[in-house]
């Protein structure tokens, strides 16, 4: 069996939030999963198992008053970080840079740890 190469299973996972398409996560995460969000502070929420990462992450593909943008990928074996900027609100200001260290396992992402340059708080749809 081949697997999908990591740089594959990155480009996919992040077409998911700029296509607004949770379908294409299906496939690239893994059903031990493990995903950090950046909030709260200092360790952020955690999220383990399949599902829940795609419950989590197809929340924020759905919702339509956020938008996340990758600004660069590095992939380094099984390792791949993300920089990005998620823009939460219709303002200028309403945004915030982080990046997210990801990694993945035959194919699928089993680890993504996410961190952002806040000084607060920043609402997600996975608040409500």
Known sequence: MSFASTADVIDR????????DRDLLTDVVGEDCVMESVQPAPTGERVVGRQACL????ALVDDRTSRFEPQEVIVAGDRATIQWHYHYGPGPSDWVSGVNVMRVRDGQIVEALGYSKTAGEVPLATDN
């Open 55 to 58: 419950d989590w992450w197809g």
């Open 13 to 20: 996972f992040n077409r998911a939030f700029v296509e607004r």
